[in-house]
């Protein structure tokens, strides 16, 4: 029987070095031989990762945290931001000295020219990527993820003000901005009923917060061992490290390799 994968891209896919281990290549590579459908489930945006998916032929994904999904090249499901939304956070934000990056499919738009907190959180993902600079992009285009970059202090009332938007930390100075109840979960559902899968033949990996809820919903699933508590709690398995080969090991106890 065929089954459906999702996988992460920074901590699963990639490892601590932002590269693909060569036993998650030849895993992946094994899955895709013996004809199974095999899928990215990222927080980043489709242009973040256009590398990724040529060097591993994988063409099929659910980015920017469910926001934008696509299937075999076709745009399948798709949630944009309300620009009232946006206009509202970004005038909060523009007043308490909190950058913002606006994301599509296609690009990384900052509303300020630089900012530390943006060097330091942009730079940890180690892209070739800079965010241009223009104030008004999510006033004429669609924005399906926002990055707010504050520290954990200022966090919460963001959260208390904005009741409409999510709010999900991935850094020390940056949070990942969605529409209500946007998730991975939600879309991945959505791409197993478009492929007609059974529930009991998809399975997922993850490490961090915002895959807590693909784990959480999907048959089987696979916490890296570098991946946090509370994703590690909702987990079916638990493997090893992505620096000790994870992926692979995981691959091994369900007896695809």
Not at 73 to 93: C, D, F, M, Q, S
Request: glycine share 6%; aromatic share 12%.
């Amino acid at each position: 029987m065929k089954k459906l994968f999702f996988f992460d891209i920074d901590g699963t896919l990639y490892n601590t070095d932002v590269k693909v281990p060569e036993s998650t290549r030849k895993a992946i590579k094994k899955l895709q031989n013996d004809g199974h459908t095999v899928m990215i489930a990222t927080g980043r945006a489709p242009f973040l990762f256009e590398d990724l998916r040529d060097e591993l032929n994988i063409h099929s994904y659910v980015s920017l945290n469910g926001q934008y999904a696509v299937v075999d090249g076709e745009v399948i499901y798709k949630r944009p931001i309300e620009k009232e939304l946006l206009e509202l956070l970004t005038k909060e934000a523009k007043k308490n000295d909190h950058p913002i990056v606006y994301l599509n499919q296609e690009n990384m738009v900052s509303n300020i020219k630089r900012h530390d907190y943006i060097d330091e959180g942009l730079g940890s993902l180690k892209f070739n990527h800079d965010p241009v600079h223009d104030e008004a992009f999510y006033l004429s285009n669609d924005v399906y993820q926002s990055l707010l970059f504050c520290t954990e202090d200022a966090e919460d009332y963001y959260k208390e003000k904005f009741t409409d938007l999510d709010f999900l930390r991935w850094h020390r100075v940056s949070l990942d901005v969605l529409p209500k109840g946007g998730t991975k979960a939600k879309t991945v559902k959505k791409v197993i009923e478009k492929l007609g899968f059974d529930e009991e033949d998809v399975y997922a990996f993850g490490d961090g917060p915002n895959d807590r809820e693909m784990l959480k919903f999907v048959k089987h699933s696979v916490a890296m061992g570098n991946a946090v508590d509370e994703t590690k709690a909702v987990a079916e398995y638990v493997t090893d490290h992505v620096d000790n080969d994870g992926l692979y090991k995981a691959l091994e106890h369900y007896g695809f390799i």
